[in-house]
């Protein structure tokens, strides 16, 4: 489920680039969520900044100095910036839920794009790593986001058990892609 969160973590960076403009509600099957993924507006090629800020990290079961080390990165931003390629773009976001759900493991409680606005809600349960459940939700458009993401999950598996994590994502278009220099 680690490549999970990494998945949806990424998911979640990627959907905060577009914009969309259909809405639905209700449980989403995978190839749903695909289908809707692939109705979103493209965004548009350039330099980004990203700015990821951890807002919650409870892991009850972890031992004292890695709590520790966790209440301390709470609030911190992490920035990084990088550049959508015009072929980049052109892929859209179909592709990225390819990964998720092939095992049968995960589903959409919901998945809802509208004006701009994401809202979703994925559940997933192995028996080997326990349940998590993934929410995204905030403002998308071409030139940029800005979506919370919120992680529950229970790996009754792990000596660490439950664990939930929250972050604040913004990521904006700063302009064109630098050209590489020729030397």
Do not use: W
Not at 30 to 47: D, N, T, V
Not at 97 to 118: M, P
Not at 130 to 152: M, P, Y
């Amino acid at each position: 489920m680690n490549s999970r969160i990494t998945t949806v973590a990424v998911i979640a960076a990627a959907l905060q680039l577009a914009a969309c403009d259909s809405a639905d509600s209700g449980p989403k099957t995978m190839e749903e969520a695909k289908e809707e993924a692939g109705k979103l507006e493209r965004p548009r090629p350039g330099q980004y900044k990203q700015t990821m800020t951890v807002t919650e990290f409870e892991l009850p079961g972890a031992p004292p100095e890695m709590a520790a080390q966790l209440k301390s990165a709470l609030g911190q931003s992490n920035d990084q910036e990088f550049c959508l390629t015009e072929e980049m773009s052109k892929k859209g976001f179909q592709d990225m839920f390819q990964k998720i759900g092939d095992d049968g493991e995960c589903s959409y409680e919901r998945f809802n794009v509208s004006g701009g606005d994401l809202d979703a809600l994925l559940q997933c349960q192995s028996e080997a790593e326990g349940k998590a459940q993934f929410s995204l939700a905030g403002k998308v458009t071409t030139e940029g986001s800005d979506i919370k993401v919120r992680i529950d999950s229970d790996n009754p598996n792990s000596p660490m058990g439950k664990a939930k994590i929250g972050m604040h994502m913004v990521t904006e278009r700063i302009g064109d892609c630098a050209q590489p220099s020729s030397e």
